[in-house]
């Protein structure tokens, strides 16, 4: 069996909440069905030298609010990715 090719996997789309650096976005490897992904968190370095990556971790309620906002959009976005027949 081949192994994960970088070059398949794709983004379709991200958000970023600015507040808390929370990343949510829709990927796909290969022809596969595109997914939503929580996370990463982009979090900014204390001098402003820019930014740093790390796991989403538990999500703060501010977190929770953010995407309690988003989710409408983030859903119409991937439903009109989605092959229905599947």
Known sequence: MAGYDPEMDKILKTWTCEETGLVV??????NGEP??????????????????????GRLTMED???LHEM????KDDLAGRVDPTK
């Open 25 to 30: 976005s829709i990927n796909q490897y290969g």
């Open 64 to 66: 929770v609010m953010w």
């Open 71 to 74: 989710i409408d959009e983030i």
């Open 35 to 56: 997914k939503l992904q929580i996370g990463p968190r982009m979090i900014r370095k204390k001098d402003g030298s820019g930014e740093r990556s790390t796991k989403a």
